[in-house]
C-alpha cells in the first residue's frame, strides 16, 4: 500500500529534550515536506526537499532541523524544543518537484511541556 | 501576509444541498489549485484540483471553478452528504523554475453536514 508513515502518532516532551519524528514514503517520491497545523492557522510549511541531500526552509523554519540522507526518509528534529511547538505535525512526500498532490502521513501531535 | 485565503472557518449545510466553499488569493503567480479533505485525527487527502488554464473540473459529486480575474475559487459539493462533514483546505501553487516551492494552504473551513 502506498502511503506516508510517521512515527511517533503523540508525544509528550519537556523543555530542551531534544526529540526526532520520522517520515518514510514508499512511493519513490522526489519531494517531500514538513507541515505543522495550528488552531486558526492552517498548515504552514516547515522545510521541504526536493530529492536527496537537497532541503530548503520553508515558512516557519525556525527552531527545525531536516535530513534527506535516502529517497524514503524524511526525519524533522527539533533540538531543543519549546512550549511554541506544541502542534500537529504532518509529512507529505510528491512525485512532482512542484508540490501538487501530496500525500500527507496521519500526523504526529506533539507536546512539549 | 496570508496568499491564500479561505473566510469561512465553518459552514454549516443540510444533508442533500449544495455546499459551497469558498477560496481567495492574493499571489497571480499560482498556476495550479487544489482542494484537501481532513477529518479529525488523519492526514488530509487530495480531493480535487484545477490547473489555470481552465475555469471548472468536475469528479463526480465535487466541482472546483477558478475565477482567475477575481483570484477566487470555489468547491461545490452535491449532493451534500453526513460523510463529507470535515476541514476543507484551499492549496495553490506555482512553479518557479524547478524550484518546489510546494503549497500554501488556506486556514480551512469546517463544513458540517446536517442530517
Known amino acids: 500500500e502506498a502511503q506516508v508513515t510517521q512515527n511517533p502518532r503523540y508525544l509528550i516532551t519537556v523543555t530542551g529534550k531534544k526529540l526526532t519524528v520520522t517520515c518514510s514514503q514508499n512511493?519513490?517520491?522526489?519531494?517531500m515536506s514538513w507541515y505543522r497545523q495550528d488552531p486558526g492557522l492552517g498548515l504552514r510549511q516547515i522545510y521541504y526537499s526536493m530529492n536527496v541531500e537537497v532541503t530548503d526552509k520553508g515558512d516557519v523554519p525556525e527552531g527545525y532541523k531536516v535530513s534527506r540522507k535516502e529517497k524514503r526518509n524524511f526525519p524533522l528534529i527539533l533540538e531543543s524544543p519549546s512550549p511554541n511547538q506544541t502542534s500537529l505535525y504532518f509529512c507529505?512526500?510528491?512525485?512532482?518537484?512542484?508540490?501538487?498532490?501530496?500525500?500527507f502521513g496521519s500526523g504526529t501531535r506533539l507536546t512539549v511541556v | 501576509d496570508q496568499q491564500v485565503k479561505q473566510n469561512s472557518p465553518s459552514l454549516s449545510v443540510q444533508e442533500g444541498r449544495i455546499s459551497i466553499l469558498n477560496c481567495d488569493y492574493t499571489?497571480?503567480?499560482?498556476?495550479?489549485f487544489l482542494w484537501y479533505k481532513k477529518y479529525p485525527a488523519e492526514g488530509p487527502t487530495f480531493l480535487i484540483s484545477?490547473?489555470?488554464?481552465?475555469d471548472k473540473n468536475e469528479d463526480g459529486r465535487f466541482t472546483v471553478f477558478l475565477n482567475k480575474s477575481a483570484k477566487h475559487l470555489s468547491l461545490h459539493i452535491v449532493p451534500s452528504q453526513p460523510g463529507d462533514s470535515a476541514v476543507y483546505f484551499c492549496?495553490?501553487?506555482?512553479?518557479?523554475?524547478?524550484?518546489?516551492?510546494?503549497?500554501?494552504f488556506g486556514k480551512g473551513t469546517h463544513l458540517i453536514i446536517q442530517p
Open positions: 512511493m519513490n517520491h522526489e519531494y
Open positions: 499571489n497571480s503567480m499560482f498556476d495550479y
Open positions: 492549496a495553490a501553487s506555482m512553479y518557479s523554475g524547478g524550484g518546489a516551492d510546494g503549497l500554501t
Open positions: 507529505a512526500s510528491s512525485l512532482y518537484a512542484q508540490g501538487i498532490g501530496y500525500t
Open positions: 484545477i490547473s489555470s488554464i481552465k
